[in-house]
């Protein structure tokens, strides 16, 4: 049953990521992020009064409050599908490690720590990133672009970097207290996702806010796919903490970080065209990232 739940899950993801990296590429962030996650609440609250799963909680409030800053985690997340795709999903895995040590401190999974390969996973990962970094095309350090990608401003690899490096910390802490919230808190699995997301709403709202001149403008075809971003994020949060509930952690995060590298990696280097942008260095690096993900697999197997 869990390993039915982890496939559906990178079915989901997958996805999202491709929506994302459409919308990162074209839409204001601020407005995306915050419609996403709108999208996301009244669905996660429509779900749980719809299946008799409404539960008023005021410990539950806490799922609120990780829901809330986890939110950035989406938001950070568009920086990063914008410059690229495939080393986003590359480092990403990150993530599930740092929520795995957690796990081994306070859950008591200490052998995580014990085990070579999941360090040597872990060296690789950070080793993919400086070689990518090295394997830059042009010498002012941004990616030589394809034809057909510089219709927009991609950023920078600095700007990637940051961002990147707030979606591990941020989803890493989250994915933590994901795990808490299934087996301690004893959250009812289809209410969970009405919390996480109703606080992630609000967690993104001041950002909005703050930047109301360039995010109130005309609403193009592309907006359309932000709802639909909305609902994978459901979908993908509600399987997520299913399998948290049925596998332990040190389990399910390199099963999951094996596979949203792997799917989001292939569509990067084919579906957006991210090969042409590339150098032989740079793809030297996506296979060291790609064997420290499958270390993490081999890891707990």
């Given at each position: 049953m ?6 559906a899950?990178?079915s ?8 994302g990296t ?13 419609v ?7 669905l996660?609250v429509?779900?749980?009064l719809?299946t008799?799963?409404?539960v008023?909680?005021a410990g539950?409030?806490?799922v609120?409050?990780?829901g809330?800053y986890?939110?950035?985690?989406g938001?950070a997340?568009l920086f ?7 080393l ?6 990150l993530r599930?490690v ?7 401190v ?5 052998e ?6 999941m360090?040597?996973g872990?060296?690789?990962l950070?080793?993919?990133t400086?070689l990518f ?6 010498p002012d ?5 394809a034809?057909?990608t510089q ?7 600095g700007?990637?970097?940051?961002a990147i490096s707030v979606?591990v910390v941020?989803?890493g802490?989250?994915g933590?207290a994901?795990?808490?919230?299934a087996s301690e808190?004893e ?5 969970f996702p ?16 703050l ?6 403008v005309?609403?193009?075809?592309r907006d359309?796919?932000?709802p ?6 459901i979908?993908?949060?509600?399987l997520e903490?299913?399998v948290?509930?049925l596998?332990p952690?040190?389990?399910?995060a390199?099963s999951?970080a094996?596979?949203?590298t792997?799917l989001p ?8 065209g ?5 150098s ?8 060291v990232?790609f064997?420290?993900a499958l270390?993490?697999v081999?890891?707990r197997t």
């Amino acid at each position: 049953m869990g390993i039915l739940g982890i496939l559906a899950y990178l079915s989901v993801w997958s996805t999202h990521q491709i929506v994302g990296t459409v919308i990162a590429r074209g839409l204001p962030r601020e407005r995306s992020t915050f419609v996403m996650y709108a999208t996301a609440a009244i669905l996660g609250v429509s779900l749980a009064l719809a299946t008799g799963s409404a539960v008023l909680n005021a410990g539950f409030l806490l799922v609120s409050f990780v829901g809330g800053y986890q939110a950035w985690v989406g938001y950070a997340e568009l920086f990063a599908l914008r410059y690229s795709l495939t080393l986003t999903s590359v480092v990403l895995p990150l993530r599930f490690v740092l929520s795995a040590a957690l796990a081994a401190v306070f859950l008591g999974e200490a052998e995580l720590y014990r085990d070579p390969f999941m360090m040597l996973g872990v060296i690789l990962l950070f080793v993919a990133t400086i070689l990518f970094r090295k394997g830059e095309k042009t010498p002012d350090g941004n990616v030589s672009l394809a034809p057909a990608t510089q219709m927009c401003d991609r950023g920078t690899f600095g700007q990637w970097l940051l961002a990147i490096s707030v979606m591990v910390v941020l989803a890493g802490t989250a994915g933590f207290a994901m795990k808490y919230f299934a087996s301690e808190l004893e959250v009812p699995r289809l209410a969970f996702p009405s919390y996480w997301y109703s606080g992630a709403v609000i967690g993104i709202a001041p950002v909005l806010l703050l930047n109301r001149a360039k995010n109130f403008v005309r609403v193009s075809r592309r907006d359309f796919l932000v709802p639909l971003r909305g609902a994978t994020a459901i979908g993908q949060i509600t399987l997520e903490f299913v399998v948290y509930q049925l596998l332990p952690l040190a389990v399910a995060a390199p099963s999951l970080a094996f596979g949203t590298t792997v799917l989001p990696v292939g569509i990067g280097l084919i579906g957006f065209g991210e090969r042409k942008e590339v150098s032989r260095l740079q793809l030297a690096a996506l296979a060291v990232g790609f064997t420290g993900a499958l270390l993490l697999v081999v890891a707990r197997t």
